[in-house]
Antibody, heavy 116, light 111 residues
Framework: QVQLVQSGAEVKKPGASVKVSCRAS????????MQWVRQAPGHRLDWMGW????????KYSSKFHGRVTITRDTSASTAYMELSSLRSEDTAVYYC?????????WGQGTLVTVSS | QLVLTQSPSASASLGASVKLTCTLS???????IAWHQQQPEKGPRYLMK???????NKGDGIPDRFAGSSSGAERYLTISSLQSEDEADYYC?????????FGGGTKLTVL
C-alpha cells in the first residue's frame, strides 16, 4: 500500500533552516506530484508548494516569499522540503501528501519547533 | 480567485446523519473537490473526491457511511450512522492553476 514516511521532529533557532524528508513507497514515485502542507497549532491546513516527482518542476505558494525549496531524489523515492529564515510563526506540523490535483495520501507529519 | 467556504462547526447525535458543505466561489462551480478528515491529534486522511456531477471516488478503506454529492457550487460530505470516532475536523480541497487550496475546515462534534 502507499506509504509516505517523514523524518522526525526538529527544534530550530530563529534564522536557521530546516529540511524535512518524505520517503515514498508502494507506488511509482515519479508518476505523481508531492505536495507540502503545514498546520500551525490550532490552525487550518496551509499549502506550501509541490514538486512533480517525474520532471522536478516545482511551484510554491507566494506566502513564503521564496523561503521554501522542494526537491526530490528519484533514486531514493524521497521528496524534501527546506524552509529557511525560520521564525517563531513557522512552528507547525509539516506534511507531505501525494497527488497532482487531488491529494490522496498523507505523510504522518513532522513537528518543527522554532524557538530561541 | 477560487475560495472554498466551510461552516466552522457542526454537530449531530451518535447514530444520526450529518451533511457537511463546501462552497466553491463564484465562477468555479464545475470544480471537483476532495474531502479530508483530521481526527484530534492526528494527521489528515483522504476520504474522497467529489465531482461536479455528484460522482465520487473514495479512498481505500473508507466506510460506506461516508458519501459525497454535489449541487451547483456546493459539494457535500454526508456521514451516516455517526460514531464517536467521526468527531474530527473535515477539510475540503481543490486545485486551480497549479495551486492547492483548502477550505477553512468544519469541526464536527458528535453528541
Amino acid at each position: 500500500q502507499v506509504q509516505l514516511v517523514q523524518s522526525g521532529a526538529e527544534v530550530k533557532k530563529p534564522g536557521a533552516s530546516v529540511k524535512v524528508s518524505c520517503r515514498a513507497s508502494g507506488y511509482t514515485f515519479t508518476s505523481y506530484a508531492m505536495q507540502w502542507v503545514r498546520q500551525a497549532p490550532g490552525h487550518r491546513l496551509d499549502w506550501m508548494g509541490w514538486i512533480n516527482a517525474g520532471n522536478g518542476n516545482t511551484k510554491y505558494s507566494s506566502k513564503f516569499h521564496g523561503r521554501v525549496t522542494i526537491t526530490r531524489d528519484t533514486s531514493a523515492s524521497t521528496a524534501y522540503m527546506e524552509l529557511s529564515s525560520l521564525r517563531s510563526e513557522d512552528t507547525a506540523v509539516y506534511y507531505c501528501a501525494r497527488g497532482f490535483t487531488t491529494v490522496d495520501n498523507w505523510g504522518q507529519g513532522t513537528l518543527v519547533t522554532v524557538s530561541s | 480567485q477560487l475560495v472554498l467556504t466551510q461552516s466552522p462547526s457542526a454537530s449531530a447525535s451518535l447514530g444520526a446523519s450529518v451533511k457537511l458543505t463546501c462552497t466553491l466561489s463564484s465562477g468555479h462551480s464545475t470544480y471537483a473537490i476532495a474531502w479530508h478528515q483530521q481526527q484530534p491529534e492526528k494527521g489528515p486522511r483522504y476520504l474522497m473526491k467529489v465531482n461536479s456531477d455528484g460522482s465520487h471516488n473514495k479512498g481505500d478503506g473508507i466506510p460506506d457511511r461516508f458519501a459525497g454529492s454535489s449541487s451547483g457550487a456546493e459539494r457535500y460530505l454526508t456521514i451516516s450512522s455517526l460514531q464517536s470516532e467521526d468527531e474530527a475536523d473535515y477539510y475540503c480541497q481543490t486545485w486551480v492553476t497549479g495551486t492547492v487550496i483548502f477550505g477553512g475546515g468544519t469541526k464536527l462534534t458528535v453528541l
